[in-house]
């Protein structure tokens, strides 16, 4: 009987020390955002003209709150004359950080698994060649520079998109692997 | 009935105290729900069970009798099964008479149709070292359930818990690929379907669709399904039922013994292996027993009739450990078990937006050819889950019993997306992307009553506290505390025939949820409270010997789960925006079901009918307009609450045509519909049917029980299904066939098990509904597994 009741009140107060131990509120420490991540917040592309390196446009499609679904587009125009010949780069910005951060620069350090894409929508006399190559071998498109040619006046709308590509890149399939960044920008052929 | 010695004197009047209040609580209502009174002894019982020697090898001629009524008895086939019919309800004395072996008793409570297991000591100078493991019948003896046994249980080894299940009526499983799978409870599972490990409610992330259990289904020799609500005894979740494992009883017999399997596919090069180690020190049948256990498994890419699944390898390595002190009527016991886990998600399966998913639907295999490869790459999903348990129970001199249990779990749950975070910080590179912890604290206090005046029962106390603390880069949940306690009742009765069971519980739960709001950066926590009283009531009803009836109607409740309450954003496995409503209330189920079970001597049966109402049933429905992010459009979902039913059908029928020819069917019919909306229910399993055939004999050379079987597995279109809710349409029906072959051999103390099974004999390509991956892949082609299992 000795016996039982010492295993018993042993038990006990294991049961309650397991019960009770660990228990260090660990959940009311919210974690803030890791300020090292960047969470990409805006695409801008800038145009230059080939026949005047003083004619560019920049235009900016950016949500500072990328999970909500309320963009900022007031800057999403791209304003381009007709018959005319750009070089086009294209940025992705982290704008929560000040100064913003540069993603551009990590897309291209992993250019092998990495795709932009650039689609004019239908009846718009543009047309978009990418320009750059990443590290493969042989070497395949990657699109953070690229060469824009207009057409006739216009109207319509431009789909650039950012599409990582671990496996199956080939340079021109735009519908491999998932895509991180996808926006429109309105584009007017003066 | 009550045999006090001077030492249990006070516990004794404490007891008859206690089971005065039972009994002056219970009859009053009983009375009301029974106004026939039968009198008399009630003896349409049945007791069966193995006996076993100290290896756990069955023992054949033993004879069993009742000494309290010797007309009775039986003798163990060489399985060394039993079963003995028309027992008596009250107290019956058992012995188990074997050659060599020592007579064991058996002092066992009939109010129900039990089973015992004997486990004989070979020496016959130990006249006292008898053991007896009564195993425990479901706590809700009138829900309905089921289990995994014999053949079944072995052929199930290897599989993931949500595979092993599907084979059994009224079951199936929501899979993402080869290597995730959840088990489907009529038509229900995630946090409406409540696992028990080893007694314990197992708590992980179970709101998601792709978060597969954190079990090792090697640390239990018994699973079994309780089908239907089951609120009463296992608190909330319990909507479409429970999934039970338990671990055979700790060994009672002096020495070492133990089981290996060796389990081998082509499928995927799947290898696994566990095995358990079991001793008892002492000669005396009380004393210290223990039990070490581990498993190790390792599959590469699986492989579909045309072309290989990218990544979708895994491994897992899990191991347990359990120590047993008995003395007189006290049992204490200790366990502690991990599991680790790493799940390669198929690549072909991302979709960074609704662009991306489309393009995927288009494809009739996946962009990206693979190869065999036991490399896995992102995106993984990693997985911890520690449980350390300990169990106490006093058996009171008048059969009663207490048993307390407490247990701690922490589980961790990282997963890795296909693509590196963007930052300059190497570290930061190496996180996941996601990463949550839940850490839960859970004791039970349970009484048992002994079974008296054809009472019996239960009641018992149980609580928990959890925490959940989100550590991704991404936003999903937030961090939360919640408390939950709960009080319930079961009683039953027992008459000639018949048993009534009436149960009660009430449950309150406090949780608290802690944020940080994304602009000021500043926390703040909402607090929300739920409480809920459930009930169930139900017969046995025994009018031949053969068949048994049984109703239940059961309540069951469900707190929203924090996903449903507070996720915010895109949920990347499915390119769905989604929003979370906290202002949801607690789902209610109430689920009746009828049992008709019928064991002939050539035909053995079980049909299941069962209608499940849910109150308030939280789903996702589709928003007017798509949400535009940088990443692109995403369908918006909401969560929201309407109210529908689920009702059907399980049947599973054996029928021995020939003495060694036995036909077996298997269907499993489920509908879902949500009244409010007025349309079907989304994910609802088609209509599976099994049909098979097996050819065995007693012995065949130096086979036991060697058998041949063929099956063909049969699943219709689902064709009732929410127009505009799913990115694809349901794939078409599909008809699989199987084979399997297998015998057992034994060698003094050494026994062997051998199946060979082969899966989708044909090589047919089909998708299955409720897999997610059908929108990505084929299902895996043909599959060759070789089980082996060695008993010591």
């Known amino acids: ?190 | 009935m009550f045999v006090c010695r001077r030492t249990f004197l006070i516990k004794c009047i404490k007891q008859r105290t206690v089971e005065r209040i039972v009994v002056a609580l219970c009859i009053p209502v009983l009375c009301m729900l029974m106004p026939l009174q039968v009198a008399g002894q009630n003896c349409n019982y049945k007791i069966s069970g193995t006996v076993t020697d100290a290896q756990r090898h069955p023992v054949a001629g033993a004879v069993i009798r009742i000494e309290t009524d010797s007309t009775k008895g039986d003798v163990t086939d060489t399985g060394g099964v039993f079963t003995i019919r028309d027992v008596c309800n009250g107290h019956n004395v058992l012995t188990c008479h074997a050659d060599g072996f020592t007579t064991a008793v058996a002092h066992i409570d009939v109010s129900n149709d039990s089973r015992i297991e004997f486990a004989l000591s070979a020496d016959k100078n130990q006249l006292h070292e008898v053991v007896v493991n009564g195993v425990r019948m479901q706590d809700l003896h009138t829900v309905a359930h089921t289990e995994l046994k014999g053949l079944q249980l072995l052929q199930s080894r290897g599989k993931s818990l949500g595979e092993a299940l599907k084979q059994l009526p009224g079951l199936n499983a929501i899979q993402n690929g080869p290597t995730i799978a959840k088990p489907v409870i009529h038509g229900l599972h995630s946090n409406r379907v409540l696992i028990l490990n080893n007694g314990i409610r197992q708590e992980g992330q179970q709101w998601g669709s792709e978060h597969a259990p954190e079990i090792d289904p090697f640390v239990a020799n018994r699973v079994s399904v309780v089908k239907g609500a089951a609120s009463v005894r296992y608190g909330a979740d319990a909507i479409g039922g429970v999934v039970l494992l338990d671990p055979d009883p700790l060994p009672a017999k002096r020495g070492i013994g133990g089981d290996v399997y060796v389990i081998g596919q082509t499928n995927g090069q799947m290898g696994t292996t566990s095995a358990t180690l079991q001793g008892k020190p002492g000669k005396q049948p009380d004393g210290l027993a223990w039990r070490v256990q581990g498993t190790l498994k390792r599959a590469g890419n699986f492989k579909t009739p045309d072309y290989y699944l990218k990544n979708t390898g895994l491994e897992e390595e899990d191991g347990s450990a359990t120590v047993g002190y008995k003395k007189k009527g006290l049992e204490v016991s200790a366990y502690y078990s991990v599991f680790h886990t790493k799940n390669g998600i198929f690549e072909g399966s991302h979709a960074g937006n609704i662009a991306d998913l489309r393009a995927a639907l288009s494809r009739d295999k996946p962009a990206t050819q693979s190869y065999f490869s036991y490399d896995i790459a992102r995106s993984y999903q990693e997985i911890y889950h520690d449980l350390a348990k300990l169990s106490a129970s006093y058996r009171f001199a008048n059969e009663g019993k207490l048993e307390f249990t407490g247990a701690r779990q922490k589980d961790l749950r990282d997963e890795y997306d296909i693509s590196l975070p963007y930052t300059l910080s190497e570290e930061l590179k190496r996180k996941p992307q996601v990463s949550f912890q839940l850490i839960t604290h859970s004791g039970e206090l349970v009484y048992t009553q002994p079974t008296r005046n054809r009472f019996s029962g239960n009641f018992g106390l149980a609580g928990n506290t959890q925490g959940n603390v989100f550590k991704g880069i991404r936003y999903l949940i937030p961090n939360f505390r919640t408390y939950t306690g709960g009080a319930f009742g079961i009683e039953r009765y027992s008459l000639a025939k018949v048993t009534f069971e009436l149960g009660a519980r009430y449950d309150y739960r406090w949780q608290r949820v802690y944020q940080r709001d994304p602009v000021t950066l500043r926390t703040y926590n909402t607090t929300l409270t739920f409480s809920n009283a459930t009930a169930t009531g139900g017969i046995i009803y025994r009018p031949v010997e053969k068949l048994t009836l049984t109703g239940n109607v059961g309540t069951a409740w469900r707190a929203p789960s924090v996903n449903e309450l507070y996720i915010h954003g895109v949920h990347f496995s499915d390119a769905t925006y989604q929003d979370g409503d906290s202002s949801l209330k607690s789902e209610r189920a109430i689920n009746s079901g009828i049992t008709a079970a019928w064991k002939g001597k050539r035909l053995r049966g079980e049909i299941d009918v069962y209608y499940n109402h849910i109150g308030n049933y939280i789903y996702e429905t589709p928003q007017a307009q798509p949400v535009t992010l940088l990443s692109g459009t995403f369908p918006a979902f909401k969560f929201t609450q309407d109210n529908v039913g689920i009702r059907g059908l399980d049947a599973s029928v054996q029928y021995d045509l020939l003495k060694h020819v036995t036909l077996q069917s298997r269907v499993t019919l489920v509908r879902g519909y949500n009244y409010t909306a007025k349309d079907w229910l989304i994910y609802m399993p088609a209509d599976r049917y099994e049909n098979g055939v097996t050819f065995n004999l007693h012995e065949l050379g130096f086979m036991r029980e060697p058998y041949v079987s063929v099956e063909n597995v049969t699943v219709l279109t689902q064709t009732r299904v929410p127009p505009g809710l799913d990115f694809a349409p349901p794939p078409k029906g599909y008809s699989l066939l199987n084979a399997s072959t297998g015998f057992s051999a034994q060698a003094g103390r050494h026994k062997l098990q051998f199946d060979i099974t082969a899966a989708n004999t044909t090589n047919t390509r089909y998708r299955d509904y409720l897999d997610k991956f059908r929108y990505y892949a084929n299902n895996i082609g043909i599959n060759f597994i070789v089980k082996c299992k060695y008993s010591f």
């Open chain 1, 1 to 190: 009987m000795k016996l039982n009741r010492i295993l018993i009140a042993a038990t006990l107060v294991a049961a309650t020390a397991l019960l009770w131990t660990s228990c260090k509120k660990e959940e009311q420490n919210v974690a803030p955002p890791d300020p090292e991540n960047e969470v990409i917040t805006t695409v801008r592309i800038v145009a230059t003209n080939n026949a005047d390196i003083t004619d560019t446009w920049t235009a900016t499609w950016k949500d500072l709150t990328p999970s909500d679904g309320n963009p900022d587009t007031t800057n999403a125009t791209l304003k381009l004359k007709k018959d005319a010949v750009y070089t086009v780069s294209v940025l992705f910005l982290d704008e929560t950080k000040t100064p913003a951060g540069d993603i551009t620069a990590e897309v291209s350090e992993r250019s092998n698994y990495h795709l932009i894409c650039y689609e004019p929508s239908a009846g718009l006399n543009l047309t978009v060649v990418r320009t750059d190559k990443d590290n493969n071998s042989p070497a395949l498109e990657l699109g953070l520079k690229s060469k824009f040619t207009t057409g006739a006046v216009g109207t319509g709308r431009l789909n650039v998109s950012l599409h990582h590509q671990p496996s199956g890149k080939n340079g021109t399939d735009c519908s491999i692997g998932s895509t991180d960044a996808d926006v429109n920008f309105a584009v007017q052929i003066e």
